[in-house]
């Protein structure tokens, strides 16, 4: 996988977009708003973090395409772009995590 898979991955959500959710569950996820989208990325995230505590490095891989495939659901309900998460990681690049969160207030 290259950051390409992702590029192509969250275009295809953005275009389901406006599918028929009677034939999309990516266009039947974002019709039910960004709430329902949110909770759906959590509820992967929640399975994700339970397969990492088991160590089942199989099932952890299957979880963790599914937080990523939601987390991108999740940020086009909202109208972020993939590029704005990339942006704003490179904008974090050398910067200590302790520094860049003090930076928060």
Avoid at 34 to 54: D, H, L, N, S, Y
Wanted: neutral net charge; aromatic residues 4%; glycine residues 8%.
């Amino acid at each position: 996988m290259t950051d390409d898979t992702l590029l192509r991955l969250a275009a295809t959500i953005r275009a389901r977009k406006g599918a028929d959710p009677e034939t999309s569950w990516t266009a039947k996820l974002l019709s039910r708003g960004p709430k329902k989208a949110a909770q759906k990325f959590g509820e992967e995230a929640v399975e994700a973090v339970i397969e990492a505590a088991r160590g089942d490095k199989e099932k952890l891989t299957e979880e963790a395409a599914d937080v990523l495939y939601h987390f991108l659901v999740m940020l086009t309900s909202r109208g972020v772009e993939l590029s704005d998460v990339y942006a704003e990681l490179a904008r974090r690049e050398g910067i200590s995590g302790l520094a860049e969160k003090a930076s928060r207030g």
